[in-house]
């Protein structure tokens, strides 16, 4: 009886560890984000064990199932897409009520997207805040105005489809001098980091246009 929580690559499929791959492989049952992404993974090393979809849409109806199950003695894997699970991605709810059932639960080191991004940014980073994805709408104008005064290292996730937007919505709130990175793709074929101004990186992406995961590294207040 346990619940594993099994960091997945990021992007290279060989960014995982001898003994994520020993868990997945003695797991009852892998818990995944997305199915058919995680059967890419678990293919890859030859794992074959059931594997079911937890996600944001479904994890609240099936909490209390795979509690349950848990409870009566299986062990379970949960990966997500890409990355640590429960850093913006599924994993939270469960964990929670796992500790409050008394169900063991442990967390491997593995992959997660901001800490390649934030060491390579070349931004200081013995202090930092991962604030996560910023808010669409509701939140976005009270977040973006208490973190302009933030003298820590600022790191976001945020979707190629807006970007743009959220550089743009930074400057105005940041202004246009403070200095970023957005690492994109990370561990494949076409990463790239770009590093300059809040401006600059606006310009380049605006022109160039957006594709692939991203990460973006912002330097605090002076």
Known sequence: MKLYLVPSPIGNLADITYRAVKVLEEADLVLA?????????????NINKPITPYHQHNEHKVLQHLVQQLQAGKTMALITDAG??????????????????????ECLPGATAFV????????PMNRFAFEGFPPLKKGRHTLFTQ????????V???SPQRLVRTLADLITYFGPDRQCCVSRELTKMFEENKRGTLQ?????????????????????KA
């Open 147 to 154: 973190l302009a005064t933030d003298e820590r290292t600022l």
């Open 116 to 123: 390649p991004a934030l060491v390579n940014s070349g931004i």
């Open 84 to 105: 640590t699970p429960g850093v913006s991605d599924p994993g939270f709810l469960l964990v929670r009520e796992c500790n409050r059932a008394g169900i063991p639960v």
């Open 200 to 220: 600059e990186v606006h310009d380049y992406f605006n022109e160039k246009g957006v594709k692939g995961e991203i990460v973006l590294v912002v330097e605090g």
């Open 33 to 45: 984000e997305d199915t058919r992404t995680s059967g890419i993974l678990l293919k890859h090393y």
């Open 156 to 158: 976001f996730y945020e």
